[in-house]
Each structure stands twice: as C-alpha cells, then as structure tokens.
C-alpha cells in the first residue's frame, strides 16, 4: 500500500486558496456500482467467496470491484484489462472492508479527473449485540487518467462533519498533480477510527 502521511485543515485551505479556480470549475456527477448496474466477471469463488464486476463509469471509463476473503479493491481503466494494473487495484486495507456503490465523479467540463466513494471500514474492538464488528465510515479520493490511478486522500466521515467538501476539495485540489508511487496518501481534516482502521499494516 501507498504511504500514508497526515496533513491539517489549514494546509488543504492553503492549497485552496492558491488554486481557487480549479475549485470552482469542478462538478460532480454519479454513477452505480450495485451488482444490478455492473457486469459479473466469472463464477463467485465457493472457497473464499471472491467475485470480481465491471461497471460503467464516466467519458468512457470502466470501475473494477474485486472482493476477496470480505476485503474490496476499486480501481478505474478504459477497460477491465487496464484498471486491474492500476495501482488502486493493488490497493487494499488491512480490516474487512466494503466500498459503498454511488461513485462522484469530479470532472471539469466533462472530463472526471477524480472520484470519490464512502467505504465502510470493520471494527474488531467494537462488536455489536451479535459480536460481529460494527462499521466505521471513511472518503477514500481516488485520481483517473491520464496518469495512474490511485488513492490520493482519505476523509474520515464521523470525526469531520463536511467530510464530503473536504473531499472534493481534496479532489480538486490534489488529484490532477497528485504521483502515484511517489506523493504520500493524504489525511485530510480530523483523524478519526475508520482512517487509524485503513492505515493499519
């Protein structure tokens, strides 16, 4: 996984301010993942229960969900051959993990250049009534081509009450000159549970 390294309020503020026209450029559009809206790739797995789907996403891009022993991977390609070599394909959490099926696409003009989806994050130390973990939500931003398409910050959902302006702000401030391999994966507002969950090793 990509290095993760936290960063405050005031520093995505300040990039903000020195880019505030990129901001006002962007809109969001939406798009399913939900198995009725996408392509089953194969048979399920009898074994560990791994399933892999296709569904369509913006200006011709497709979304990769691979699910495998309860943890999901999302990636994004022209088509399914090259979203499975991105680096976000490669790019898993530690706890079991779900990615919720809205899709935002951040795009100027009609070109997304980022997309951001709440993933839901388990909780081994806080067990419901059941004793199965409960959930912890999280904004994970991910760039799009051109370039390589990886995870460029997370928002932890319950400890920022604007986790979903941080995370456009995010998007469309750091996306588009964000390096996938070299830049670290940002932390943006407050650090809450699900982000201290996805950034165990």
């Known amino acids: 996984m990509n290095r993760i390294v936290s960063t405050g ?3 995505l503020m300040t990039c903000v301010g020195l880019n505030g026209a990129g901001a006002q450029s962007a809109g969001s559009t939406y798009t ?3 198995p009725k809206d996408c392509r089953q790739i194969g048979k399920p797995s009898t074994l560990d229960g791994s399933t892999m789907r296709v569904c369509p ?3 011709g891009l497709t979304v990769l969900i691979a699910e495998d022993d309860l943890r999901e991977t999302v990636s994004v390609g022209r ?3 090259q979203a499975a070599e991105e680096p976000a ?9 779900s990615s919720e099926t809205t899709v935002e696409w951040r795009a100027a ?6 997309m951001i989806q709440r993933w839901h994050i388990a909780d081994n130390a806080d067990p419901d009534k059941e004793g199965r973990p409960n959930t912890k939500a999280m904004l994970v931003v991910t760039r799009l081509p051109p370039g390589p398409v990886c995870h460029v910050a997370y928002v932890d959902a319950a400890a920022n009450a604007d986790a979903n302006e941080l995370a456009r702000k995010a998007a469309d401030e750091l996306a588009r000159s964000f390096t996938c391999g070299k830049d670290e994966v940002m932390i943006i507002g407050t650090r809450g549970r699900a982000v ?3 950034t165990m090793h």
Do not use: M, Q, Y
């Open 9 to 11: 309020l005031a520093v």
């Open 32 to 34: 399913s993942t939900a």
């Open 57 to 59: 996403g913006k200006d």
């Open 79 to 81: 088509n399914r051959k």
């Open 89 to 97: 394909a490669k790019t898993w959490f530690a706890p079991f993990n």
């Open 109 to 114: 003009g009609a070109k997304p250049f980022a």
């Open 196 to 198: 201290e969950l996805a």
